[in-house]
């Protein structure tokens, strides 16, 4: 076992992999964790107490939505609804084409390669050099009568890089074939407004926005049909069976409340504190850039590569300073492969590998991101000279 480090000693700059629980929502869920321990499907008003604090949360999460209670199914994680999402259109609609992108997230990529060794087709649209997705090219891959649903995530995790989701809404509701949008990464960075645009299931995962790990929810429009995943007694309306996480749920709905309040902050604050970060790294090491297009992009994300380093040795190095961030996303750390995102917008191996990804939060402060920027130039400088 590596040796522990203390929370006080860290600099995270790793929101993106996940949050830290806001102390609001910790605090919301405590007394779920320990007096009111009812199972919300029991007849006794002891049961029916959790059942109350469940449609709370459920109004939470439909307001951070912009959609209605009755759309939002409690899930266990991002994955989840991702997977429950794809399988539902697939299985509804007796199609066998999915159309998704080069650059989904692993939760999606790897149920497409599954579902290609089952027989299905899978269109992976490219990226261009900036990261961004040509609405036509999703046009010319719609097969007629084949295509069951486009998947494309709304924000990268990687680079922060923002999809058309809107028009690709749009486009599916023309073409009458069903979509979804991966937006994990979206909640209190940009605003979620499902009801307007034609969007049929929408992801997102509490430990993204500062709830616990291990719940999420998919939004499923009313009208789209949906065939559950998981099968038993009737919680989430018999479209999601499994006694329900109720603290969890609890917790996310507080969080989603706190997203809600927070986006200004995101969207000036946090971005301030991105914007400085990626102007004085790029002014102080040479041979830096940043991946993805600069504008549409998350108000939080920073993708930088260092030209001759190896990220990896650059990680260790920042971890010695207790700095959390990370190389490509964190289901591909440590593995060798360069990030499939970065390879998507033509970096090469060498390029994808010397590439780091910082992530913002409301917790991060001025103070910390100039104790990081007082560092970095010289690990960066110490691994250069050490890289063949
Ligand atoms: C984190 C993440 C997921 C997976 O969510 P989990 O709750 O960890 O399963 C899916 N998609 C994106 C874009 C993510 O960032």
Not at 11 to 16: A, L
Not at 113 to 132: F, I, K, M, N
Not at 278 to 302: C, D, K, W
Not at 366 to 377: G, I, N, Y
Request: proline fraction near 4%; hydrophobic fraction near 40%.
């Amino acid at each position: 076992m590596k040796m522990h480090i203390a929370h006080s000693q860290i600099v995270y700059f790793d929101n993106n992999a996940t949050t830290r629980i806001a102390p609001e929502v910790f605090e919301a869920m405590v007394p779920y964790l320990t007096d009111y321990y009812g199972n919300a499907s029991s007849a006794y008003r002891f049961g029916a107490q959790v059942s109350e604090a469940l449609a709370l949360a459920r109004e939470q999460i439909s307001a951070l939505l912009g959609c209605s209670p009755e759309e939002v199914i409690f899930t266990s994680c991002g994955t989840e609804s991702d997977n429950t999402a794809i399988e539902s259109a697939l299985r509804t609609s007796g199609r066998n084409h999915i159309i998704t992108t080069a650059v989904e997230h692993s939760a999606l990529k790897k149920q497409c390669t599954a579902l290609e060794r089952r027989g299905h087709a899978v269109t992976y649209l490219p990226v261009d050099a900036q990261g961004l997705l040509a609405v036509e090219e999703a046009e010319k891959a719609i097969r007629p009568s084949e295509t069951a649903v486009i998947s494309m995530m709304w924000a990268n995790n990687e680079t922060g890089v923002l999809f058309p989701v809107e028009e690709i809404a749009a486009l599916c509701k023309k073409k009458n074939i069903l979509f979804h949008t991966d937006a994990v990464q979206v909640p209190g960075k940009i605003s979620i407004r499902t009801a307007d645009f034609p969007v049929s299931f929408l992801s997102i995962s509490g430990h993204k926005f500062h709830a616990p790990k291990g719940v999420g929810a998919l939004f499923v429009r009313k009208g789209v049909r949906f065939a559950p995943t998981m099968l038993g007694g009737g919680q989430e309306k018999s479209r999601r069976a499994g006694t329900e996480n109720v603290a969890s749920i609890v917790g996310m709905g507080r969080a989603a409340e706190l997203a809600l309040q927070h986006l200004d902050h995101e969207r000036t604050t946090v971005k301030a504190l991105r914007d400085h970060f990626e102007s004085s790294l790029l002014a102080q090491i040479p041979g830096t850039r940043v991946n993805g297009h600069p504008e549409l992009r998350l108000p939080n994300t920073s993708n930088i590569t260092f030209e001759g380093t190896d990220a990896e040795a650059l990680l260790l190095l920042l971890d010695k300073e207790g700095v959390c961030c990370s190389a490509g996303s964190a289901c591909t750390t440590g593995s060798v492969e360069p990030s499939h995102v970065l390879s998507a917008m033509g970096l090469d191996a060498r390029q994808a590998m010397g590439s780091l990804r910082f992530s913002f939060g409301r917790y991060n402060s001025t103070a910390e991101v100039d104790r990081v920027l007082a560092w970095l130039p010289s690990l960066v400088q110490k691994v250069r000279a050490s890289v063949p």
